[in-house]
């Protein structure tokens, strides 16, 4: 953990496993951006990710905005921002 | 008395209970050495397996719940192996050891065996252990008939993960575990380790059991490369939403760095395993099974088809 920012703030989340050099760990980040993107779009959100700042930025149309650490915060934060949960088997979901 | 008789000693306990772990740390402490171990699993695509390597004779049953639609499948091994037991192989196993999937009733298991004529007189139950999770047991004791039915039917429960828990709420589940089964001893195991555990407190009150949907396995194809990232994602999101309904997820998938074996019980994702290249039985890879209720195959299906693939 930085001692400066805090992140991350506990180790590993499961879904940022899969990257064994550094530079693999960015790309699988940056592609994992635009599946969450996909996911997020029909709830009218959207998240960023610069690679450099830590964790993910999500962002909710009215202008309201989270810094989260990991995908669970991020559905999570998303739910509270879209009113009901992101869920990909909803007609919501998949057919928005 | 033995009477020439195999002893079997059957592993049950829900979905993601830690059956093989348990088994794993027992096989590595030399237990079960002389025993064919046999391993049931609901979905046709094996994984627990890949957790045994320590056993000396193996053998896996993939595709169907052994105490249901699997149970031809079950009583044609055991009688394979009573039969290699008895031949000029005399006395080179123990026993058996059967570990059932998570949606498996022992008790139903036992009962059939005892029903087969063949096995009946070659087989005779010496215990049925049955593990409950410290962490989602009394919740699944609150919603599950099946496992209740599980707990019903153990000689000896094993609370495994107690290091999860409170002492008090861990002295509520060993209490409630006891008045469903005044007759079966109860133990803690952490990782397959023997530890102690509180005295009963008071236990929970069960509410009487209404038609809950059963507990289905899936089956999805996420795709041998690059699928990790995407999978990753959707099935993240899935978990959030509807971490009640998905009871459990288990598959192998390639990622760049190297096979991840994914395996999670409710909202509770283990941290992924990397599977060594080329050692032990080789997994069914870019295949994982979701067992849950309340979902639609097709949908699901449509669902990854969009965000996944």
């Known amino acids: 953990m930085c001692s400066a920012c805090g ?6 989340h499961w879904t ?17 951006l635009a599946a969450v993107n996909r996911l997020l779009a029909a709830y009218g959100l959207s998240a ?10 999500l962002f909710a149309p009215g202008g309201a905005r989270e810094l989260v650490p990991d995908l669970d915060a991020l559905w999570a934060a998303a739910a509270r921002m879209a009113g009901a949960p992101v869920d990909p088997l909803s007609a919501r979901a998949l057919d928005g | 008395m033995a009477e020439g008789r195999l002893g079997l000693v059957i592993l049950g306990g829900f979905l993601g209970a830690g059956k093989s772990t348990w088994l794993r740390h027992q096989l ?14 609901a979905a046709g695509t094996p994984v627990d397996n890949l957790l045994l390597g320590g056993a000396a004779r193996l053998t896996v049953l993939a595709g169907g719940c052994a ?5 031809p499948a079950l009583i044609a091994a055991l009688r394979d192996i009573c039969d290699a037991a008895s031949g000029r192989e005399a006395g080179q196993i123990d026993g058996v050891v059967l570990e059932t999937s998570g949606l498996a009733d022992p008790g139903a298991i036992a009962a059939a065996l005892a029903a ?20 989602h047991s009394a919740a699944q004791l609150a919603a599950e008939p099946l496992a209740r039915a599980q707990a019903e039917a153990a000689d000896r429960l094993i609370v ?31 990782q397959g380790v023997p530890v102690a555990l509180p005295a009963p407190g008071a236990p929970y009150d069960l509410p009487a059991l209404t038609g809950a949907a059963p507990i289905r396995p899936h089956r999805l194809r996420v795709g041998a490369e690059g699928g990790w990232v995407a999978l990753s994602v959707w099935l993240s999101a899935l978990l959030s939403a509807r971490g009640e309904d998905v009871v459990r997820v288990k598959g192998v998938v390639r990622s760049p760095a190297g096979r991840l074996l994914l395996q999670s019980v409710r909202r509770v994702v283990q941290p992924p395993e990397i599977l060594p290249e080329g050692e032990g039985p080789t997994p069914e890879e870019g295949v994982i ?10 949908l699901l299906a449509r669902s990854w088809a969009r965000f996944g693939a």
């Open chain 2, 67 to 71: 105490c249901c639609e699997g149970l």
């Open chain 2, 160 to 190: 495994t993960k107690p290091a999860g828990l409170p002492a008090a709420e861990l002295a509520r589940l060993v209490a409630t575990l006891h008045r469903l089964n005044p007759g079966a001893g109860i133990e803690g195991a952490e």
């Open chain 2, 116 to 135: 087969d004529q063949v096995l009946a007189r070659r087989l005779r139950v010496t215990e049925v252990l049955v593990l409950a999770d410290a962490l």
């Open chain 1, 7 to 12: 992140f991350p703030a506990r180790p590993g």
């Open chain 2, 289 to 298: 099974v979701l067992i849950g209720r309340n979902i639609d195959e097709e």
């Open chain 1, 48 to 57: 960023h990710d610069d690679g450099v700042t830590p964790g993910l930025q």
């Open chain 2, 28 to 41: 590595h402490e030399g237990r079960f050495a002389r025993h064919h171990i046999l391993v049931n699993e």
């Open chain 1, 16 to 32: 940022d496993a899969g990257g064994a050099t550094p530079g693999e760990r960015l790309r699988l980040r940056l592609i994992r």
